[in-house]
């Protein structure tokens, strides 16, 4: 029980462990005498894998359960059996596959039938890594005469399994399958089986071909449910894989949807939208014709449907229904009114589906389409929304009124008004109708952010009239939940989500004081974690100081010193958004939050408003390093404060550069200095050199939101968008100053990029705005250009602009909703750490690269996946021996790229390592030295772009000296 114990203990056991030592539990396990220890061992092998999937480690496991398959029971195989199933993706990582299969394949000559069933399902289920093996292939073909029932059909399972793998396999089995299905002697229930074997015979046309009239001809001799649907499904994943014959096969299958057997027809339509799916450009008009004719005739309508959804997918399908098929689609839709909620939402989807095509081929759609939806969205809206079953329905119904919305700005008000009416009313409600109404509203709500531009309005906006319309309901909403005693889990939720849109809704302008007001009320019935949510949500929208006074307050109820850490220094950046916005001291803050301000507060300058907020970012930087650890590294989060406390720093550069204009005079030798260096500018003194170094400062800051820009491949779109934007602020403010500072300013100008979120079309408007003061700049030809007061005021302007606008902190700062990481392996490694690798001199140095991708979280590659990996290998000489000898460096850089294959990668490197020295006879001699490799790697998405994302791992590399070069030199020396 002792060993027991242990045993469990250490697999459940979260903690890092080392390889090893689990392979030697496992091992332990294996050799024991009771049978649970021995099936439990086994079990925990494809956990290993996931937590290891390295080679080496892969090897060695997979060598012992074929050892352990060779000697033990039935049982034990079995579940061997199972773990090769679920490890599929690592059976190519076995590097020894003929022994691994030697040891499994001795089974197979065992006089019990179900041992040698067991072993042919075995090694069926590892034929991807030995595809071409002739023995495995002649025992399979013997088992097929077996007279045992489990042999055949192991042998069947193998024969589906190398058919799929082996083109020589599924040529040489094609007859004798064939031989089998006709035979009379075989039983029914195993032609059943030997079909699905079929549709695997694609590698050779001529095979595919004869398999396809094999098929054929047998439909109608055997027309049994069970053969029809098992040769339908041959049939059409022979036609999915090879896209070959798809329009014929889809005319079959339509042919089979009047066949009144309900699993045949569900077999056809699963199989239609399968063909749908590949090839739907090579749909003929007359079979989208019939589908459209046989839509609510089947018996399964809703499936149906689904495949003509599948078919608005593509481009062609849509223009031939638009062109073609009008009135059969609107009439299959008024049909549709007559049955459940489920067919009419997927028929307000193929509507929906078919309007966003014109909308994308700026074309107009047909008038009796958008009639139809207008008509009858609200309708099923309403209808299902006291409905629990109609839940998924009514969810189908808001998705398309929000696509819809988009593409409409007169259907996006009418739309919005209803649902925030449908909101406010909540009678009897359930919780899963309001929070998609929530959810809806928050959707929809973006469209009506229109950012006033106007200079004299500052960073301030006023709202739109349909917001007016929508954001009152939703504030009628807040109150009456603010009126609670307190919020139960539900109720938290609908809270967190309207807040949101509200804050969202005045994003860039002076909250209400009727919203401050409920917020404060609203706060104190909240729980913590209800407040943080809220107060991240003000941070994402630029509500500073309610942020400010939520965090100030959280941070004094966590028990955790990480975690006050974190709530102090996302105090701090609230508090110095604060004091840019706002003008006054941060101990003002909380009263204006209250509306409690008192009067004749001190405005701060400019100057003194930027020195501050610096200050309080220094501040905050320092105590988020307090708050990050190996494990929750806070690199983008230090990055982000830390590139917004050096973009504020050059704005203060650049104010103090306009004080000193007005208060220094340039020097007496600035005139003769300029002469002389033919820079008229250089008159005005120190002004000019120092709005030049601005310059490069800048430049650096937009380097660096680059730089984080490509190293945030997990980052979501909005993030993204962010800090492009910066980037283009940053490109905007540059060129403010080098059309004032230089004669002839360089041409860099970037195109505005694209926003398509609230916080970035904000910050976009801010850039425009920026860059629009430039435009009162005069035109001045280069004999005559000065640089006063007026140019100096401008900048001013500008940076005044960009100080008063909100900040929206990203919300990659706060949700990571894709974790995504390379995992790197180097052979060799050092026998201890630090330690350097020894290398004869004279000699090649292999080194090999494993990696691994892998990914965290509920949804992997959410918003981009790894196409490629990029690796870069270099060598750096540290140290050389040999003083009197001149060297010669020859450093190395090597690149590779690589496709991961199952999350797997691997690669080579070959490095001749040499450090060549002229001796003073002038001989090159090569003499020993230590050097740093490093490796560098670099993600490559599925769109091509670039993502410099590490890791990045060293390794020292001491090659010592050839003993014979070195007498030869030092005898050379010698006789100079």
Known sequence: MGSRAVFNEFFFNDTDQDANSVLIELDKGLRSMKMGEQCEAVIRFPKLFEKYPFPVLINSSFLKLAEFFRIGSNLSRLWILRVCQQSEKHLEKILNVEEFVKRIFMVIHSNDPVARAITLRTLGSVACVIPEKQQVHHAIRNALDSHDTVEVEAAIYASVQFAAQSKSFAVGMCSKVASMIESLQTPVSMKILLIPVLRHMYHDANTAALVRTLCRNLLPKYPSEQFVIAILQSLSHLSYVTSVDIPDQVDLLLVYL???????????????????????????????????????????????????????????????????????????????????????????????????????????????????????????????????????????????????????????????????????????????????????????CSNFLTI????????????????????????KKMEIYATLSYLDSN????????????????????????????FSNLLRISNCWTQYRIARSASRYGHHFLAATIYQALSKH???????????????????????????????????????????????????????????????????????????????????????????????????????????????ISSTLAQNLRDPLQKYGHVTNQLRKDIKIVKSCEEAYNKLYKSSFDADPCSLEYLETMQYMCSSLQTSIEAI??????????????????????????????????KILPNEPSSTKSISNKHMDILLKQIEIIVKAVVCIPRFFFQILQNTSVKLALTPQPRTAGEPIFVQPNS?????????????????????????????????????????????????????????????????FLLSLQNSMIAPSGTTLNVGGQWQVTLETCIIDQHGVFWITGPKSTLQVRVPEDTKQGIAMQSSARRY
């Not at 398509?756 to 079309?761: C, G, I, L, R, V």
């Not at 750096?876 to 690589?898: C, G």
Request: charged share 20%.
């Open 741 to 774: 500072s230089f004669l002839t300013p360089s041409d860099h100008n970037k195109h505005p990029p694209t926003c398509t979120y609230p916080e970035t079309k904000y910050l976009l408007s801010i850039c425009n705005r920026v860059t629009n003061e430039l």
């Open 452 to 475: 006033c531009e106007d200079r004299d309005q500052q960073s301030h906006r006023k709202l739109s009239r349909p917001f007016k319309t929508i954001l009152y309901p939703i504030l």
């Open 258 to 444: 009047n066949d009144p057997r309900r699993r045949v027809q569900f077999a056809v339509l699963n199989a239609l939208n399968k063909l749908a799916e590949k090839g739907a450009y090579l749909w003929s008009n007359e079979s989208i014709n019939k589908l459209l004719k046989l839509a609510l005739k089947c018996s399964f309508p809703n499936m149906t449907l689904d495949v003509i959804i599948t078919l608005t997918g593509c481009p062609t399908t849509c223009s031939t229904m638009l062109n073609d098929e009008q009135d059969q689609i609107i009439q299959m839709c008024k049909r549709c009114l007559t049955l459940d909620h489920n067919i009419m939402g997927k028929a307000l989807t193929i509507l929906t589906s078919l309007i966003t095509y014109c909308d994308s081929e700026n074309i107009s759609s047909p008038n009796c389409f958008q009639e139809y939806l207008t008509l009858n969205l609200e309708y099923l809206i309403n209808s299902a929304l006291h409905k629990e079953a109609c839940l998924k329905d009514f969810r189908v119904y808001l998705k398309c009124g929000i696509h819809l919305a988009k593409l409409d700005d007169e259907f996006c008000l009418i739309f919005a008004e209803t649902i925030s009416e449908l909101l406010l009313e909540d009678c009897g409600l359930s919780f899963p109708h309001l929070k998609l109404l929530c959810e809806t509203l928050g959707a929809i």
């Open 558 to 668: 966590v028990s955790l010193e990480k975690l006050q850490f974190y709530l102090t220094a996302m105090c701090q950046i609230s508090k110095a958004e604060c004091v840019l916005n706002y003008g006054f001291d941060v101990e003002y803050i909380e009263s204006y939050c209250l509306g409690s301000l008192p009067n004749n507060i001190p405005e701060l300058s400019l100057l003194d408003r930027i020195g501050k907020a610096i200050n309080l970012y220094s501040m905050a930087l320092s105590t988020l390093d307090a708050t990050s650890s190996p494990q929750h590294a806070m690199n983008f989060q230090s990055e982000i404060i830390n590139l917004r406390c050096h973009f504020l720093q050059v704005l203060h550069c650049i104010v103090v550069s306009r004080n000193v204009l007005c208060i220094t005079p340039p020097s007496a």
């Open 491 to 518: 109720n938290t939720v609908i809270v967190e989500l309207l807040a949101s849109i509200c804050l969202q809704a005045v994003l860039g302008s002076i909250m209400p004081k009727r919203m401050k007001l409920m």
């Open 844 to 908: 090649s140095f292999v080194i090999k690269v494993e990696g691994v991708i892998q990914h965290y979280g509920k949804i992997p590659s959410l918003f981009r996946a790894i196409d490629r990996v990029q690796l870069t290998l270099s060598t750096h000489l540290m140290a050389s021996r040999l003083n009197e000898a001149k060297a010669i460096l020859d450093n190395v850089v090597l690149t590779q790229t690589l496709k991961p294959h199952r999350e797997f990668l691997s690669g080579n």
